[in-house]
C-alpha cells in the first residue's frame, strides 16, 4: 500500500496512478515486437527488447492488479449497479494479469530455447498472442472507465454549478455567447 503522504490530495488512492503503465507499456512492448520482427536481423536485439517490454508489461500488471485491490478499501461503492461493475472490472483485471504475466515469462524463457529463437514462425505467433493481450486489457478498461465516469466510484463533486446560468463565472462550463465585432 501507498502510504497517504505521498498521494496528491484530489486521488484517493494510487490505482489511479498505477494502472496506466501496464497500459502504455503493452503498447510499446508490441509495437517494438512490430519493429523486430519487420526488422528481423538488422535488429539483432529485437525480440530481447520486445521480451522486456513484456516483462515490464506483466510486473507492471500485477503491481496494478494488487494497486485495485487495495483500492477498493479507499471508495465507496453506492449502487449494486458499481458494485457489480467492480465485480467485472476485477475479473478482467485478474484475467488480464494472469495472462500479461504468463505471457512475459513464457516469452522470457523462449529467449533461452535455441529452437524458438531461431523460428520467425514462433516470432510470428508470439506476436500475435501478444497483440491478442490488448483484449482482456480493454475489456478491464471498458469496465475501470464504467465505474468512475457512469457509476462515480471514487470520484468527488468538486464544484457546484450555479442554478441561474446568468451568474455563472468566467470558469464555468457554459459556452461563450459574445458576438464578433463586424
Known amino acids: 500500500m501507498v502510504p497517504d503522504f505521498l498521494l496528491p490530495e484530489w486521488v484517493p488512492n494510487a490505482h489511479p496512478l498505477i494502472v496506466h503503465f501496464p497500459i502504455a507499456l503493452i503498447f510499446v512492448a508490441a509495437a517494438a515486437d512490430a519493429l523486430a520482427l519487420w526488422l528481423g536481423e538488422r535488429w539483432a536485439t529485437g525480440r530481447e527488447v520486445a521480451t522486456g517490454l513484456y516483462a515490464a508489461t506483466g510486473l507492471s500488471a500485477i503491481v496494478s492488479y494488487y494497486s485495485g485491490t487495495w483500492a477498493v478499501g479507499t471508495v465507496t461503492i453506492a449502487t449494486p449497479e458499481a458494485a457489480q461493475t467492480l465485480s467485472t472490472h476485477a475479473s478482467w483485471a485478474w484475467y488480464t494479469m494472469i495472462t500479461t504475466a504468463g505471457y512475459a515469462a513464457v516469452r522470457a524463457v523462449g529467449?533461452?530455447?535455441?529452437?524458438?529463437?531461431?523460428?520467425?514462425?514462433?516470432?510470428?505467433?508470439?506476436?500475435?498472442?501478444?497483440?491478442?493481450?490488448?483484449?482482456?486489457?480493454?475489456?478491464?478498461?471498458?469496465?475501470?472507465?464504467?465505474?468512475?465516469?457512469?457509476?462515480?466510484?471514487?470520484?468527488?463533486?468538486?464544484?457546484?454549478?450555479?442554478?441561474?446560468?446568468?451568474?455563472?463565472?468566467?470558469?464555468?462550463?457554459?459556452q461563450d455567447t459574445a458576438q464578433a465585432p463586424r
Open 111 to 174: 529467449l533461452f530455447v535455441p529452437a524458438v529463437r531461431s523460428r520467425r514462425l514462433l516470432h510470428v505467433l508470439f506476436f500475435v498472442v501478444g497483440v491478442g493481450m490488448l483484449f482482456p486489457l480493454s475489456k478491464t478498461g471498458e469496465n475501470g472507465g464504467e465505474m468512475v465516469y457512469r457509476r462515480g466510484v471514487g470520484v468527488t463533486q468538486t464544484q457546484e454549478l450555479p442554478d441561474d446560468p446568468s451568474t455563472a463565472g468566467p470558469d464555468s462550463t457554459r
